[in-house]
């Protein structure tokens, strides 16, 4: 029988754990990769033409099959329903709105609102010491709250809060303004470029802050050290 020394056993575990931890999905590829991205921005684009070129009724149309045969083409080809089945119920849920109050602008409404309410529990979750860019990271990392027991680590990921609740903040205050000017075509280009771009320069700022946590806390001796 073939025995392993406690060295080989050691390293043989590290390497599945790398292993592991390359198989796990990037936000990007949970949001459906880079098509995932572009996909969430083709309805606006669809109602904002259609509403310029044959009016509300057409956009309400027309953004609803280009939902559908998004969430249908992700079925067919077996790749990720998660954004298209999100960004069919919100483009759903949105023109049912617009249908209703007979106004182009408030198939925005919801995604208006929404950045506000972001900005305010952001910013609210900093202001109790529970910034949510920390607890959001670690609960994703399996690493529980042991963050907030430094510090300097409850600093970072403040910061990184407080950059998210800038970001909602930022989207709310342009796009309300476009509502109120009622400039339906300036909305939709300002909820695509003010989306996952500046979600993303968001995650940035939250990665910066989970690896200059994680660097103290193994320096504090809270986290332990690769290979201990």
């Given amino acids: 029988m073939q025995t392993i020394s406690p060295q080989e056993a050691a390293t043989t575990m590290q390497t599945n754990q790398t292993t592991v931890q390359r198989s796990k999905p990037t936000v990007l590829e949970q949001a459906g990769g880079t098509k995932g991205l572009v996909y969430s921005a083709l309805p606006v684009i669809a109602f904002v033409v259609a509403n310029t070129i044959s009016g509300l009724k057409a956009a309400v149309i027309v953004a609803g099959v280009v939902a559908v045969v998004i969430a249908v083409n992700r079925l067919l080809r077996k790749e990720s329903l998660q954004p298209a089945l999100g960004g069919l119920a919100g483009v759903v849920i949105a023109a049912g709105i617009t249908w209703y109050t007979g106004s182009a602008k408030d198939y ?3 995604g208006i609102w929404a950045s506000l309410a972001g900005a305010v529990l952001f910013m609210a979750s900093v202001l109790v010491r529970w910034p949510l860019a920390g607890l959001i990271w670690n609960a994703a990392t399996g690493k529980g709250t042991v ?11 403040s910061v990184a809060t407080m950059m998210l609740a800038f970001i909602f903040a930022a989207r709310f205050v342009v796009q309300q303004y476009l509502y109120e000017a009622d400039e339906v075509g300036s909305l939709g280009f300002a909820k695509i470029a003010m989306g996952y771009p500046l ?3 968001g995650l940035l700022v939250v990665a910066w802050a ?10 504090v001796g809270l986290l332990p050290t690769r290979g201990t």
């Fill in 147 to 157: 963050w907030r027991a430094d510090r300097r680590s409850r600093m970072y990921y």
């Fill in 210 to 219: 989970a690896r200059a946590s994680d660097k103290r806390l193994k320096t």
């Fill in 108 to 110: 925005f409404l919801i």
């Fill in 199 to 201: 979600l993303a320069v």
